[in-house]
């Protein structure tokens, strides 16, 4: 089955961190790989993203404290958070384009991990 497996979420205090994880199964990561980030009646937004070769975006407000990364060899893509603030509390949504071989099959979203910054 393909499908994204976010893991990593969890309650942390201000200035700590989290590494999100999102795996590929029964396919791999084709370009683009992104991890957005949703807080109830707001739209999901974009936080980060990586395309095949390294080079990577991000949103504003996490540069200089958020690292994603990918490792094709195993088909995960991480999300390091550090200097976590209060406001990063969201559900977060690894989305990916995936391919089989050399096929493109879709773009697909995770099931969404939750991250909670509080004291």
């Known amino acids: 089955q393909v499908r994204l497996v976010e893991s990593g979420g969890g309650l942390v205090q201000p200035g700590g961190s989290l590494r999100l994880s999102c795996e590929a199964l029964?396919?791999?990561?084709?370009?683009?790989v992104a991890w957005y980030r949703q807080v109830p009646g707001k739209e999901r937004e974009l936080v980060a993203s990586i395309i095949t070769g390294g080079s990577t975006n991000y949103e504003d407000s996490v540069k200089g404290r958020f690292t994603i990364s990918r490792d094709d060899a195993k088909n995960i893509v991480y999300l390091q958070m550090n200097s976590l603030k209060p406001e990063d509390t969201a559900v977060y949504y690894c989305?990916?384009?995936?391919?089989?071989?050399?096929?493109?099959?879709?773009?697909?979203w995770g099931q969404g991990t939750q991250v909670t910054v509080s004291s």
């Open positions: 989305n990916a384009n995936l391919q089989s071989g050399r096929f493109y099959i879709g773009n697909y």
């Open positions: 029964g396919s791999i990561f084709s370009n683009v």
